[in-house]
């Protein structure tokens, strides 16, 4: 049998002795042995793709860690940069709501002189139309 081929070395003299032969033989195992599980490792398709989503899941989950650290900033940034006019809107609220209850106070008050004052047109009114009936 030859050892010839494509990809293979010459084949070598055979060794003389039998102890040579052993480790010849033992190194070649090895060495079939490795290429089968190389062999074998390679044509593990399903293994292959577990590993490959193994490790678009990870980078996945990084990416996410890291998107939501930004939007965290940003929130602080933005709460940041905001409170000044969320103050200010505040205060602004809040004389607003005095001056609506200053308003409602003050219209309470005049409740009474406008009403007499109605009482007093109307009563006007009702005497002319009837001085000019006569």
């Known amino acids: 049998m030859t050892t010839e081929g494509p990809g293979r070395p010459p084949a070598a003299e055979p060794p003389e002795d039998a102890q040579q032969l052993t480790e010849q033989i033992e190194q070649t195992r090895e060495q079939l042995g490795e290429t089968v599980q190389a062999l074998a ?3 593990d398709v399903k293994a292959a793709a577990q590993e490959k989503a193994s490790q678009l899941t ?5 990416r996410a ?5 930004q939007a965290s900033q940003a929130q602080r940034q933005l709460a940041d940069q905001t409170a000044p006019a969320r103050q200010q809107l ?3 609220g809040q004389t607003a ?5 200053q308003a409602g106070a003050t219209a309470r008050q005049r409740r ?13 009114v009702l005497a002319i139309v009837r001085w000019r009936r006569r």
């Open 41 to 43: 490792a390679k044509a």
């Open 58 to 62: 990870a980078g996945l989950k990084d």
């Open 65 to 69: 860690e890291q998107v939501k650290q």
């Open 90 to 92: 505040a205060s602004v």
């Open 97 to 101: 709501k005095d001056q609506v209850q």
């Open 112 to 124: 009474k002189p406008v009403a007499i004052a109605l009482a007093a047109a109307a009563l006007a």
